[in-house]
């Protein structure tokens, strides 16, 4: 039951996007740049968002190189050159929108570490590197065996680096703060802890229900347009969506003193990934290790990932060095067949942009913007 005044001024809106992630306020905030008089709102169930968003090690990157050669073995070269192409102009949107500043965009570059049964993969650098001359007009990837040395990285296991100028990192917390601010600035409203339950086409207009945790009537949102971008958990909204939810598992450390390295590191096609934050190191991955298991949309943290992650860190990463793990935490990703995002009008007034994959960073602010086209459009 919801009052006149609640239904006059509170509960209707010209656009609503479902979901406060990177992709939702994107597109929230692209809408009111395209139509600055209209009414948007997000609605968000968790008090926090509460997906991949503020769960992830902020990697500004496109793909490392033997993701990438996985990718042209099963896309071909355009179309790889394509998905790299959507990623880089997405972070430079981000970088652009936001300030680098704001998000605190440092550049120290790429890695990734190559194993004895990798060695090969160094023969297709300057294969790789040709594809993608088009975007980048200069070598991406380069050898730099010497590094692993002065990293401190454990030589009998690591026998190559690959380089990568062109990556990055961010603070994730930071990127997420400044987006929400600046979606408010623009004047688009935030509700949080606002679960919906279900989304109707209606006469005109989208039904969108919202749980209301203080009684158990859903309170009925009604908007022109609706977008959902809900990633992971968009088939609770629309079933039949080809995407599975993937959970990522992520640890950080205390201060290591004097940490040997800076930047963004890959490892086992991608599967693993570290990064510092300063002189701490945040760690995650290992999806791998039991594919069925990390198919969950459990935000929980199970031993047999964090011990894996916490051996290679002693083995690998920063053998014989002082640390201890001060925190540790999971996030769920959607995952398709695809590798592209679902961008899709399921009506005329209902578009869903979601299954953002291990690279929602790079590719969130340009898919808001394809969404925002979509449903102003009409
Ligand atoms: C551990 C980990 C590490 C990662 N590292 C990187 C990285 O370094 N670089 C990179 O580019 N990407 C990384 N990613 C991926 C990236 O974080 C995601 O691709 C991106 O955040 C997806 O954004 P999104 O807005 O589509 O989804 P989400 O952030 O998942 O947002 C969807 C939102 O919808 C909300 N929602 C769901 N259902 C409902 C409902 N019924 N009603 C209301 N709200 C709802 C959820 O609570 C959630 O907040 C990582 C992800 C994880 C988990």
Redesign the pocket.
Known sequence: MISFWEKRSLVDYNYLV?????????TAISIKEKVPKSSVLV????I??????????????FGSLTELLCDIKNMGEDQTLALVEA?WLGLQRLKSRLGEKKIDYQNHGGYELLRENEADVIHSVQSVNKILSPLFRSDVFSERKALIRQFGFNRKVIKNLIYNPFEG?ID?GKMMKSLTSLAQQKGVDLLTG????AVERGPGAVEVR??NILNMQPIPFRADYVAI??????R??VPGMEISP?????LVTSPVQDLPFKG?FHFDQGFF?F?NFGERIIF??GRNIDFDEETSYEFEVTPPVMDNLKRMLREIIIPGRDFDIVGQ??????FGSERT?ILKKISDRIVV????????????SR?GDQICELIVSG
């Open positions: 479902i979901g406060g992630g990177i992709v939702g306020l994107s609605v968000e169930r968790g926090l968002p509460s997906g991949a968003s503020t769960k992830n090690t902020g990697f500004a990157c990623r990192q994730t606002a679960r919906v339950l919202v749980e971008c809900t990633n992971a958990f968009a609770d909204l993937g959970r990522g598992q992520i963004t990934y990064r995650g991955g935490w999971a996030g769920i990703m959607g995002p942009g979601a299954r953002l994959g291990g690279m929602g960073v790079a590719i969130g898919l």
